[in-house]
C-alpha cells in the first residue's frame, strides 16, 4: 500500500525521505543514506508523543504533550492491526464516546478523539500516580487505612457510570489509576456496556480471570452487579496480597469452579477487620442476587469500615462498640492461653526483647538488628510484637528454605507495617532487597531498596545511626549506578552494616550483568571473620561463598577457546549441562550458561552444515516462515545471518532476537523433560492421543506415551504450536524463581509469535508487559523492527 504524505518524512541529519508507513508511533528508525537514528510518528495531531506509558493487547498509551493547552495528557492509539479491522475501530469509537458520555472525578476524562497515520486515538487527562496493580507488587498488601478511602472513591466512579446506563466490565487493579493527589480514578471504559440501568449481554467475553463474575464466564446477561463482583475482588487482592482465583484458564468449567471455591477474606487474611471483610465477600458472592443491592449500600458499608479501621467507635446491635467488642474477644483468648502460656511468660517477664532464632541454630542471634520490642504489650491493630517476631521468623524460614519469593513479600510487608518498631522495620526492608535479588528480580530489588531508603530517610526512631553510613548509600544508589565500586564506597566501619550494605551492593552488580564485579564485595563478606557465632549473617556468608563458586565456574568457560569443529561444539553444550546442575545461584548465572548454550548451538549447525551465501531474496520472510512453522528456528538463524540488507518492512537483528528466544523455548522444555517426564494429555497433529512425554538416551530421543501403552519415538513438528504452549504451561507452573517464570513467559511469547497465532502472542506480550517493565522494554526493542 501507498505511504501517504504524513508517512514521507526527511531525515533530521541528512535530509533524506525515509517511508515510516509500516513502523509503529515512537518508533526509532534508522536512516538508510546516512544511518543516524530518527524518532518518527511523534505528532498526532495537537499531540506530540513524549514517551510510551503501556502497552494493551489492542493499544497501546503514550505521553503526550498537547501544544494548544500546554499540558500533558495520556493518548491512546490503536494498533495498526487493529486500526484496519472496522469491528475493532468501531469498538474504538464507541469506548471514547461512552467515557465522554458522563463526567465524574474517580473517572478519567477524555478529551478529545482523532486520527493520524490511519491510527485512531482518544486523547485523555494524564494520571500520574500509577494504578493499584502497581502498589500491589510494590507493597505485597495495601493496608486497610490507605486502601478504604480509595475504594470509596471507586465505588463512586462505578456509581457515576452505573447512573449513566453503564457497566465497565473490565475492573481490575490495572484500570484503577492515582493522580498526583492520591485520589482513585477508573479508566479504560474498552468493554463497556450500555444497560440503561438493567442488564445487557455481551457479544464478546473479554476479562481477565483472576477478577471476571461469574455470570461473565457463562455468557449470560450482566449488570451493575458484575463490576460490584470484579470490584470486590480487586480489593481482595490488594487487601490478602493474593488474588482471590488465581486460575489463568478461561475455560467455562475451570474458571466456573475456581469461582465457586474461593476462601472467604478473613480466612486468607486474619489481620483485616470483620468490617472490611464483609464489604468484599458480600461484593463477591457467587449469586449475584447475594450481591449488594446497590452501590450506595456498598459505600456504607465500606464507610464503615473505614471507622473501624480508623479507630472510630462504630456501635454493633447491642449499643456496643466493635472496638470494645474485639478487646472483649481479644482478653478472652488471653485468658484462655493463660494456663498453657504461663511458663513462658514468666521467663520473659523481665527482658525487653524477643530475639529472633533461626531454627536450626538454638543459640540467640547477637544481632540486636533482629529484634522487636516487647515493651508496647499490644498495638492498636491488634497484633502484638510475639506475632511481629512470628512473621519475621517465618520470612526467614522462608528465605532460608529457599523460596525467596515468599520471604521477599513478608520482609516488604514488614517494611511497610507501621506496628513493626525499630530496628526491626529497617531490616525487614534489607531483606526484602536481598530476597528479590537473590530471587533474580532485579527491578523488584530497586522498588524495595526505594521504599527502605525513603524510610530511613524520614529518621524513624530508634533506628540504628549505622544504617544511615553502612547501607542508605547502597539503597540511594541502587536504581542508578550501572556498578558499584568497591574501592570507591565507603560504608563505614559499622560491622553488621557494612555487611549488608556490601552484600547488597554485591547481588546487584551480579544481577545487572556484572558478575566480575561482585567479586570484590562477595570475598570482602565470606572473608569475614567475626560471624560464626551469628547464624543469620553466618547464612549469608555461606550464600556469598555460593556466589563466588558459581562465579569461577562461568569465568572457567569464558576463557576457553571458539570450537573448530561441530562435535566440539556438541561436547561444549553437554558440559555446560553438566554445569548447570553445579550451579547453586538463581538469575544471571543461568542465564549466562544458556545464552552460550545458544551461541554454540548456531555455530555448531553452521560448522556442521556450511551454508553458502545465497543472494537476497523479495520473498525471504515467506522462506522464514515456512521454516518456522516446522520449528527450524536454527536454520533460520542461518538465514538471516547470510542476509547484507534488511528483509523488507523489518530488521534482521528483531528477527534474530525472535527466533534466538523462540529457538529457547523448545531448548527449555526438552532440558525439562530430560529430568522429569510429564503427564499430560496432548493430540499430535494426526489426532493421537498422548498420555505423557519424555526425552530419553543419549540422543535426546522425544518419546510419548500413548493411551494402548505403546511408547512412539515423535518429534516436535509431531505437535501444534497450541499443544507446546499447553505443555509449556505446565512446566512452568512451579518455576525456580519468578524471574525464571518471566524468562519462560517471554520464550514463549516469541515461539508463539514466530511459529503460531501472532495475534495471540502480541495480546499475550501486552500483559507481560504490565507486569514487568524489563520485559517491556525488551519487547518494544524486537517488536519495532518485525513485520506488522
Not at 319 to 343: C, W
Not at 404 to 415: R, Y
Not at 609 to 614: A, D, M, R, S, Y
Request: glycine share 8%.
Amino acid at each position: 500500500m501507498a505511504a501517504s504524505e504524513e508517512e514521507i518524512i526527511t531525515c533530521y541529519a541528512c535530509a533524506a525521505p525515509m517511508n515510516v508507513a509500516d513502523v509503529a508511533p515512537y518508533s526509532r528508525v534508522v536512516c538508510p543514506g546516512c544511518r543516524t537514528e530518527n524518532r518518527v510518528k511523534k505528532h498526532f495531531g495537537p499531540y506530540t508523543l513524549t514517551r510510551r506509558h503501556a502497552i494493551g493487547g489492542m493499544s497501546s498509551v503514550f505521553v503526550a504533550k498537547d501544544e494548544a493547552l500546554d499540558r500533558e495528557v495520556a493518548l491512546k492509539i490503536l494498533s495498526e492491526e487493529y486500526s484496519k479491522d472496522e469491528k475493532r475501530i468501531t469498538a474504538f469509537e464507541e469506548e471514547a464516546r461512552l467515557t465522554a458520555s458522563f463526567s465524574h472525578p474517580n473517572v478519567v476524562r477524555v478529551l478529545t478523539t482523532g486520527k493520524a497515520f490511519d491510527r485512531f486515538y482518544i486523547a485523555m487527562e494524564f494520571v500520574p500516580g500509577g494504578h493499584f496493580e502497581h502498589q500491589i507488587r510494590q507493597k505485597g498488601k495495601i493496608s486497610e487505612a490507605e486502601l478504604l478511602p480509595l475504594a470509596i472513591q471507586v465505588a463512586e466512579g462505578l456509581k457515576g457510570a452505573h447512573s449513566a446506563g453503564l457497566i465497565h466490565r473490565d475492573v481490575k487493579p490495572g484500570n484503577i489509576l492515582l493522580d498526583s493527589e492520591g485520589n482513585a480514578k477508573i479508566v479504560d471504559f474498552g468493554l463497556a456496556l450500555v444497560t440503561k440501568g438493567g442488564k445487557a449481554k455481551a457479544s464478546e467475553i473479554w476479562a481477565t480471570p483472576y477478577y471476571v463474575p461469574p455470570e461473565t464466564i457463562e455468557g449470560g446477561s450482566e449488570d451493575f452487579r458484575s463490576d460490584m463482583y470484579a470490584f470486590g475482588a480487586t480489593l481482595y487482592h490488594a487487601l490478602a496480597g493474593i488474588p482471590a482465583c488465581d486460575e489463568e484458564s478461561m475455560a467455562t468449567d475451570v474458571l466456573r469452579e475456581a469461582k465457586k471455591k474461593i476462601l472467604p477474606l478473613k480466612r486468607v487474611a486474619p489481620f483485616l477487620l470483620d468490617e472490611t471483610c464483609a464489604v468484599i465477600d458480600r461484593a463477591m458472592a457467587y449469586d449475584s442476587i447475594k450481591r449488594f443491592g446497590s452501590y450506595d449500600d456498598m459505600i456504607a458499608a465500606l464507610k464503615t469500615a473505614l471507622k473501624a479501621a480508623n479507630g472510630e467507635k462504630a456501635k454493633d446491635d447491642e449499643g456496643v462498640t466493635l472496638a470494645d467488642r474485639r478487646a472483649e474477644l481479644r482478653r478472652r483468648k488471653r485468658r484462655g492461653a493463660f494456663l498453657t502460656t504461663s511458663a513462658l511468660v514468666l521467663g520473659i517477664a523481665g527482658i525487653t526483647t524477643l530475639i529472633l532464632l533461626n531454627p536450626s541454630d538454638p543459640k540467640p542471634d547477637k544481632m540486636t538488628l533482629r529484634t522487636v520490642s516487647l515493651d508496647g504489650g499490644e498495638d492498636d491493630g491488634g497484633e502484638t510484637s510475639q506475632e511481629i517476631a512470628i512473621r519475621y521468623r517465618n520470612a526467614r524460614n522462608a528465605m532460608a528454605n529457599g523460596n525467596f519469593s515468599k520471604a521477599e513479600e513478608a520482609f516488604a510487608a514488614l517494611l511497610m507495617d507501621e506496628k513493626v518498631q525499630e530496628p526491626t522495620r529497617t531490616w525487614a526492608g534489607l531483606e526484602a532487597v536481598v530476597a528479590a535479588l537473590m530471587d533474580g528480580r532485579g527491578d523488584l530489588a530497586k522498588q524495595h531498596a526505594a521504599a527502605a531508603h525513603e524510610h530511613l530517610a524520614n529518621g524513624p526512631a530508634g533506628v540504628d545511626p549505622g544504617f544511615i553510613v553502612g547501607v542508605q548509600p547502597v539503597l540511594r544508589d541502587m536504581g542508578e549506578l550501572p556498578f558499584f565500586d568497591f574501592e570507591a564506597m565507603d560504608l563505614g566501619d559499622a560491622g553488621v552494616e557494612r555487611f549488608m550494605g556490601y552484600f547488597i551492593a554485591g547481588l546487584k552488580n551480579w544481577e545487572q550483568g556484572g558478575i566480575e564485579q561482585s567479586r570484590a564485595f562477595l570475598e570482602n563478606i565470606a572473608s569475614e571473620p567475626t560471624l560464626s557465632d551469628d547464624s543469620v549473617l553466618a547464612w549469608y556468608q555461606e550464600v556469598s561463598r555460593k556466589y563466588l563458586k558459581d562465579l569461577d565456574l562461568i569465568q572457567s568457560l569464558s576463557v576457553e577457546a571458539v570450537p573448530a569443529s561441530a562435535d566440539e561444539c556438541r561436547t561444549r553444550i553437554e558440559e555446560l549441562n553438566r554445569i548447570l546442575t553445579l550451579l547453586e545461584t538463581r538469575g544471571r548465572a543461568r542465564f549466562n550458561i544458556r545464552a552460550r548454550q545458544l551461541d554454540l548451538a548456531r555455530l555448531q549447525k553452521s560448522l556442521g552444515n556450511p551454508q553458502p551465501l545465497v543472494p537476497e531474496e523479495k520473498d525471504v520472510m515467506t522462506e522464514i516462515e515456512s521454516l518456522a512453522k516446522n520449528y527450524r528456528f536454527v536454520e533460520i538463524v542461518d538465514r538471516v545471518s547470510t542476509l547484507k540488507t534488511d528483509p523488507p518492512a523489518c530488521t534482521r537483528a528483531s528477527i534474530l532476537g525472535i527466533t534466538e528466544a523462540a529457538l529457547v523455548f523448545l531448548t527449555e522444555i526438552e532440558s525439562d523433560l530430560k529430568t522429569k517426564p510429564v503427564g499430560l494429555p496432548l493430540n499430535l497433529k494426526d489426532g493421537t492421543a498422548i498420555t505423557s512425554l519424555a526425552v530419553t538416551g543419549v540422543d535426546d530421543q522425544l518419546v510419548g506415551k500413548l493411551a494402548s501403552g505403546e511408547v512412539r519415538e515423535l518429534e516436535w513438528t509431531d505437535f501444534s504450536t497450541d499443544q507446546l504452549i499447553e505443555l509449556h504451561r505446565e512446566l512452568v507452573k512451579i518455576p525456580d524463581s519468578e524471574m525464571e517464570k518471566l524468562r519462560r513467559h517471554e520464550s514463549a511469547i516469541a515461539f508463539e509469535w514466530l511459529a503460531g497465532n501472532r495475534e495471540r502472542a502480541l495480546v499475550a506480550a501486552g500483559r507481560l508487559g504490565e507486569e514487568s517493565a524489563g520485559f517491556k522494554e525488551r519487547w518494544e526493542s524486537i517488536a519495532s523492527g518485525l513485520p506488522k
